[in-house]
């Protein structure tokens, strides 16, 4: 029997973008996703994401056989989302992976409530570009040519890039009939800009003592984001459960093969750690 693993996506970028990691690890695990977080009316975004941990623990409650524990992987906002769910539940969970998804604590904790307080987190984050972000392309070949152009899409996997292309920016159902090879964003970019100006500034505090479930940590080697929070705190709570592989903080999306066998290979080691 395959273990259940729930893979939670980035910030912008529903589960389905990562359909050729998720491919690459079929034959072991079974593959379960919320496909975007934070567009339940019924569970908002607001500080420190509580609603979205329920929604993550919900969906797996509803699809986890009893008595069975799960792995939870997580990108950017997938990663924090993981954590804070083991912590709530730690009784269902196996282990946990994040994938660049650094913890905040310390003094950067005591800037992020200053910056969410000033405003500033809008300029120093991506949040800013979110409000105005575009939301509609007449064809997928308009948005394909789009987004790669873009220096930082330019660098992703094509398969990857294709996938985003159908899922995270499907055909416009509300588009009249003559008009539908209209394409439109699938994550609201009022939910994203929501996501990055709530960004939890006390897990960093919760997990001081330890984690109550084996943590492992996957990095980009040119992070911005690992370079402004970095790993202090993170290293303490995944001890050697620690690798980097090269690229950006979006390295899922620009070596999904290499993230897949990483992945494979901590999960591994969070199993033995467990023994």
């Not at 769910?85 to 994040?98: C, E, T």
């Not at 604590?105 to 500033?120: E, K, Y």
């Not at 570009?129 to 948005?143: D, G, I, M, Y």
Request: aromatic letters at 10%; hydrophobic letters at 40%; zero cysteines.
């Amino acid at each position: 029997m395959k273990d259940i693993l729930h893979f939670s996506h980035a910030n912008g970028f529903p589960a389905s973008t990562y359909r050729t990691i998720f491919a690459e690890l079929a034959d072991d695990y079974e593959i379960r996703a919320v496909e975007r977080f934070g567009h339940n009316p019924r569970l908002p975004v607001t500080r420190d994401w509580p609603h979205l941990v329920d929604e993550l623990l919900e969906d797996i409650d509803s699809t986890r056989p009893p008595d069975t524990k799960v792995w939870l992987v997580g990108h950017s906002l997938g990663g924090y989302l993981s954590l804070m769910a083991a912590l709530k539940r730690p009784h269902w969970v196996k282990g946990v992976v994040m994938l660049d998804s650094p913890v905040i604590a310390g003094w950067r904790s005591h800037l992020l409530r200053i910056s969410q307080w000033t405003g500033l987190d809008t300029r120093l984050s991506p949040a800013a570009a979110t409000k105005n972000r575009r939301t509609n392309w007449p064809s997928r070949e308009e948005a394909w040519r789009h987004f790669h152009a873009k220096s930082a899409f330019s660098r992703w996997d094509e398969r990857m890039l294709s996938d985003y292309i159908d899922f995270g920016i499907p055909p416009d159902t509300a588009a009249p009939a003559a008009s539908r090879s209209l394409r439109k964003l699938a994550f609201d970019r009022e939910v994203e800009f929501r996501i990055y100006k709530t960004l939890p500034r006390t897990l960093g505090a919760r997990v001081t003592h330890g984690v109550p479930v084996p943590v492992g940590f996957i990095a980009g080697t040119h992070s911005r984001e690992v370079r402004q929070v970095g790993l202090d705190m993170t290293r303490r709570i995944v001890g050697e459960h620690l690798e980097w592989i090269e690229g950006s903080h979006l390295f899922p999306m620009e070596r999904p093969i290499e993230t897949a066998r990483a992945l494979q290979r901590t999960l591994d080691g969070l199993r033995r750690a467990d023994i």
